[in-house]
């Protein structure tokens, strides 16, 4: 429902490191790296500072990140509702053939 990028960004920006990140969503850093870095080619965007001592968050990339928090939540939201109304059609299905 929406990139799963959103999440690498979303971490990494949380956690000012690209290997906490990884660690986070049990991906390597260099996956994880590749996808912040995809994202950003292809977008044509820099959501961070690189240095040794880790990652900060561009000011575009905040609006990204707080955007994608957003949109995030609502897929989880859309999903869940989704679930639920599956759940009570098998639940008035069951029923229909008793």
Do not use: N
């Not at 870095?37 to 690189?50: C, D, H």
């Not at 939540?73 to 053939?97: G, H, K, N, P």
């Amino acid at each position: 429902m929406y990139d799963r990028r959103l999440e690498a960004i979303t971490a990494a920006a949380e956690l000012g490191s690209f290997s906490r990140a990884a660690a986070k969503l049990r991906v390597s850093t260099p996956a994880l790296v590749k996808q912040v870095s995809g994202f950003e080619a292809e977008f044509g965007i820099t959501l961070f500072e690189r240095s040794h001592s880790g990652v900060k968050v561009t000011p575009a990339g905040a609006l990204l990140v707080d955007d994608a928090r957003s949109i995030m939540r609502q897929s989880e939201d859309a999903l869940r509702r989704a679930d639920a109304r599956r759940a009570a059609m098998a639940v008035r299905c069951a029923w229909a053939f008793r």
